[in-house]
């Protein structure tokens, strides 16, 4: 059993940078594919970026790829997503997930566990 816990969202004028961090419990972090998903009022939870089980690849998607990187430390048992240049159709609720032993998945059923979400708002 993993929990995920997110932070580090806020309200940022267009442009601006944020570093959302997800804290996982347990002491098996490592053998974890991490993803960070967003939703948007009235929209599907959409794929952001992804890392593999031991950082050998990442993935992002198209709308964010050179603006924002994924990340993580093992030994914090965390993961991160610095998001720079951020624009106001970055505006959602941003989740981390976890799948035991994946690669960087952009697919949402690949996740095993998720956490509650963090809101990321950027005024234009």
């Known amino acids: 059993q993993v929990q995920l816990v997110e932070s580090g969202g806020g309200l940022v004028q267009a442009g601006g940078s944020l570093r959302l961090s997800c804290a996982a419990s347990?002491?098996?972090?490592?053998?974890?594919?991490m993803g960070w998903f967003r939703q948007a009022p009235g929209k599907e939870r959409d794929f952001v970026a992804a890392?593999?089980?031991?950082?050998?690849?990442?993935y992002y998607a198209d709308s964010v790829r050179g603006r924002f990187t994924i990340s993580r430390d093992n030994a914090e048992n965390t993961v991160y997503l610095q998001m720079n240049s951020l624009k106001s159709e970055d505006t959602a609720v941003y989740y981390c997930?976890?799948?035991?032993?994946?690669?960087?998945?952009?697919?949402?059923?690949?996740?095993?566990?998720w956490g509650q979400g963090t809101q990321v708002t950027v005024s234009s």
């Open positions: 890392i593999s089980w031991n950082s050998g690849s990442t």
């Open positions: 347990g002491r098996t972090f490592s053998r974890y594919g």
């Open positions: 997930a976890a799948g035991a032993y994946i690669g960087s998945s952009s697919t949402a059923r690949s996740y095993d566990y």
